[in-house]
């Protein structure tokens, strides 16, 4: 008997865990993009925040996904740490529909449920209704999961060593210790309440003991985000920090709740038929309580978070470590997604770092800023950007990937090796005014004036790129326009220069600085041109053109 239900015990945790991935996985494939997009925009207000959180999570029925995907938010610096209270406080919110799910006792339609999502993965030719086929696979297998759990557990209730043990859940710290350390084992705050739930099914545990145990479920989901802050900046880190706060200042509080009034009596007296339910109600109430509770203190929040991780300077994590602390939350949604975002946010600062030197190397050529030393410090930190973001990209393409997210990376590529070489040709025209200052050379006023054409055009073309890696709209037309317009503005400001030089108003050595500076002017722009391009493919091509870029 007691292998039996050992076996039994393990076949139901096995499918309950693999329904929740599949669940997970599909929802990557479908709606990991949209996601995405979702938590960035909508947070800036803390009830739409909370909304935004729950709903999602509802969804994906997993709050550790949608922390994991806020901190890498944050960490690329898409979401700002307040935003970020917000979406923790709803997906704290949110992963309670779980427990309300398998409350609701749906378990007789479990088999027809996933009978129809199998029919869907197999028969049906369109990948996306596949993905939808999968999620609903996935419920139905997870709910089977649940079923068996619950009956090996029917025979446990006799077990006199057993019931020894769940009574012992009765004192606060153990049950805590218990419920944490176990969710953090299986890094799923759904499947150790299913399991809790599937005790309380079985009737080998009380509430009176559950709550204990089901309130440090609430702080061991935790470690996904600690797992997933690992590598990350400061402002992740805290993300994390605030997240174990909001479920340690709830424990505290229902714990002392529980122990000083009959809480857990009148949650039982709800439904004190189906434990299963108190169980689910009043992980409800834990969550939505804290929440309402906490949601004035928001802001306080963040600074107790930055003082208790204060600012503190950082050292560049390899392709290695950051991919390692990626995969460290690899089960749940959002990793394609989060190394995206990531990468993103890199890309941005690469590019800005770019545009600061486009600026200040005309403005050396032009006599408006001294010394070379800050402009060749940032080249240097250019060429390590194009090294490191091209093997973490590489590292991400092993992943299984949506034809969408293999053109968004294809497409990285592209961005940061233009960015590289912009900032190549901005080197060089700060290596121009150089020797221009060495040798006290100059330029005639027209060439002067000329310059500043270029300088003031370029730095339009560096404001639209700037622009797209925040995420506004890739104005292409502009850019397409730009880069003609340099184009057409080197050949006629080298004719002007030949007719310059026939009437002796420039000297030999300036007219070959010169020149070559329209060079390097001239190839900026089609680098501005291919960034614009790649900005564009990643933000508008439909999915049949991201598909047969994926083949390609």
């Given at each position: 008997?007691?292998?039996?239900v ?11 865990m ?8 599909n ?18 207000n803390?009830?739409l ?18 922390t994991?995907?806020t ?5 690329s610096?898409?979401m700002t740490?307040k935003?970020a209270v917000w979406?923790?406080m ?8 779980t427990?309300q799910l398998?409350a609701?006792d ?16 197999i ?12 999620i609903?696979?996935?419920i ?18 006799d077990n006199?060593?057993?019931?020894h043990?769940?009574t012992k859940?009765s ?5 805590i ?7 953090a084992?299986?890094q799923s705050s ?7 739930q ?5 009737g080998?545990?009380g ?5 204990f145990?089901l309130?440090g ?16 900046n400061r ?9 174990l ?12 709740l ?18 299963v ?7 409800t109430?834990?969550?939505l309580?804290?929440?309402l509770?906490?949601?004035p203190f928001?802001s306080?929040?963040?600074?107790l ?8 300077e ?19 949604l959002?990793?394609?997604?989060l ?26 050529v032009?006599?408006?800023q001294?010394?070379?030393?800050e402009?060749e410090?940032?080249?240097d ?10 093997q ?11 034809p ?10 592209s ?5 590289e070489?912009?900032?190549?040709h901005a080197m060089?025209?700060?290596?121009y ?11 005639s006023?027209t060439?002067?004036d000329?310059i ?10 560096m ?5 797209a890696s925040r ?16 184009d057409?503005?080197?050949v ?6 030949i ?5 002796g108003h420039?000297?030999v ?7 070559e500076?329209?060079?390097d002017?001239?190839?900026i722009?089609?680098?501005v ?17 991201t598909?047969a870029?994926?083949?390609?």
């Open positions: 008997m007691g292998i039996e050992i076996l039994s015990l393990l076949g139901g945790l096995a499918l309950f693999y329904g929740m991935q599949m669940m997970s996985n929802l990557e494939a479908v709606a990991g993009n949209r996601m995405k997009q979702i938590l960035e925009r909508l947070t800036a803390r009830f925040g909370v909304l935004v959180g729950a709903g999602i999570t509802a969804l994906i029925q997993s709050s550790s996904a949608t994991v995907m901190v890498g938010f944050v960490n610096g898409l740490l935003q979406i923790i709803g997906a704290n919110v949110g992963t309670t529909i427990g398998i609701l749906i378990g007789a339609l479990a088999p027809l449920i996933a009978f129809v999502g199998v029919m869907l993965l028969f049906v030719k369109s990948k996306k209704v596949q993905h939808v086929g999968g609903v696979a996935g139905g297998v997870l709910f089977i999961g649940m079923g068996m759990m619950s009956d090996a557990m029917v025979p446990l209730r006199e060593a057993f019931i043990l769940m859940f004192n606060p710290v153990i049950g210790l218990a419920g944490a350390v176990f969710t084992i299986i759904s499947a150790s309440v299913g399991i809790l599937a005790l309380a099914m079985g080998v545990i509430l009176h003991s559950a709550v145990v309130f479920q609430n702080i061991g989901t935790c470690i996904t985000a600690l797992l997933a802050s690992v590598g990350t402002n992740a880190k805290r993300t994390t920090m605030i997240h706060m909001f479920n340690v200042i709830g424990t505290v509080l229902f714990v002392s529980c122990l000083v009034t009959p809480f857990t009596d009148w949650m039982i007296a709800l439904t004190p038929d189906n434990p339910a108190q169980i689910a109600n009043v992980h109430v834990f969550n309580t804290t929440t509770l906490l949601l928001g306080l929040l963040v600074k978070a930055v003082k208790l991780l204060p600012d503190r950082t050292q560049v994590m390899d392709a290695d470590q950051w991919f390692e602390g990626l995969m460290a939350s690899k089960h749940v959002g990793v394609s997604t190394a995206i975002a990531q990468i993103s946010g890199e890309i941005r600062q690469m590019l800005e770092t770019a545009a600061h030197n486009v600026g200040d190397s005309f403005q050396a032009e006599g408006r001294s010394g070379i030393e402009i410090a940032r080249e930190e250019l060429d390590l950007w194009n090294v490191r973001l091209s973490k990209i590489s590292k991400v393409l092993v992943l299984d990937q949506t969408r997210d293999i053109l968004t990376l294809n497409n990285m590529f961005i940061i090796g233009n960015i070489r912009i900032g190549d060089n025209l700060a290596e005014a150089q020797t221009i200052k060495e040798k006290n050379l100059g330029f006023d060439a002067r000329e500043k054409t270029m300088e003031g055009i370029c730095g339009e073309a404001d639209i790129l700037l622009a995420g506004e709209h890739i104005d292409l037309a502009r850019a397409e326009e730009l880069e003609q317009t340099m057409d503005t080197t006629q400001f080298r004719q002007n220069q007719a310059r030089m026939r009437v420039c000297n050595e300036s007219s070959i600085l010169y020149s500076m329209l060079t002017y001239e190839r722009g089609d680098h041109l291919n960034i614009a391009q790649a900005f564009a493919a990643i933000e508008g091509a439909p999915v049949e053109e598909a870029a994926a083949q390609a």
